[in-house]
């Protein structure tokens, strides 16, 4: 998309994107690249993933820099979105992306562990709700007379509707996070909308096979679920729906209506 055919007010949006170097995250920053935001690409590692990602964005048109943090250190969050809101003013829209993914069953060889549950509660709760606290003091403290109300959207998982004990710290952290979005919406108003966003089985995690992926995409009653560019329009049309807040989007295929005691990936294997 060319940004000079969007409009003023488009031109002067921005959005972070955590974890935005590769996976979701990547194509989420793509696609508001792609309708003329300015995005600021958050990575933890992956600093040549994200120097591709940024070259990428600059192509559309738009303006696009990478930002180096550690998630699971909070001075580092809030440095990480200090210097992201000083070099973009009109950041209007935080996507928390970024996440640990690791197994961990109680009644398995891999049982829950203390270390396990609170690196995934810093990176896939504290962060996020941290950022967001910084996004709405940021908001606040903005003289603007724009209908436009901002927003802060978390990617959840669509099994926090239909749960399964696999995964367990990441899901009990995810949970946690899909209640914030009521409770923060609630609080954040009306300077901050806060809304969750959740796929499906949308790429291949961990272990799993191209034909294990296929068919894990494949059960839901649509007889597919959702692929990276579903998240990534329902994130763009949730940053520009002014009216949404408080509620949670489920991207999914209708995935979450099957109930299932296992998570998908050890269904195809």
């Known amino acids: 998309m060319n940004p000079s055919s969007t409009s003023p007010s488009q031109q002067l949006k921005a959005v972070l994107v955590t974890g935005a170097a590769k996976r979701l995250g990547r194509e989420i920053a793509l696609q508001f690249a792609r309708q003329g935001w300015d995005v600021a690409v958050h990575y933890g590692r992956s600093d040549q993933e994200a120097a591709q990602t940024v070259e990428e964005i600059r192509g559309i048109g738009v303006r ?3 930002f180096q943090a550690d998630l699971s250190d909070e001075a580092a969050t809030r440095h990480l979105f200090k210097a992201v809101s000083n070099t973009f003013p009109h950041l209007s829209c935080l996507v928390n992306s970024a ?86 919406a ?31 995409h494949q059960m839901t009653p649509l007889g597919k679920s959702s692929t990276p560019a579903d998240i990534a329009r329902a994130a763009v049309f949730l940053a520009e729906s002014g009216a949404i807040t408080g509620t949670t989007l489920y991207v999914d295929g209708g995935q979450h209506l099957l109930p299932s005691t296992r998570d998908v990936m050890f269904k195809t294997n």
């Open 186 to 216: 609630m609080d954040f108003a009306p300077h901050l909308r806060v809304i969750g966003l959740a796929p499906g089985i949308s790429l291949p995690s961990g272990d799993q096979t191209k034909d294990g992926f296929s068919k894990a």
């Open 64 to 66: 696009a820099q990478a």
């Open 99 to 184: 996440s640990i993914f690791e197994y961990d069953r109680a009644n398995s060889n891999t049982p829950l562990s203390g270390k396990s549950l609170q690196e995934h509660m810093q990176v896939n709760l504290t962060a996020p709700i941290l950022l967001s606290q910084l996004m709405f003091e940021f908001q606040k403290n903005k003289s603007s007379s724009s209908a436009f109300i901002p927003s802060a959207i978390q990617l959840l998982d669509q099994k926090l509707i239909n749960p399964n004990p696999d995964y367990l710290s990441y899901t009990l952290s995810k949970a946690a996070l899909l209640s914030s979005v009521e409770l923060l």
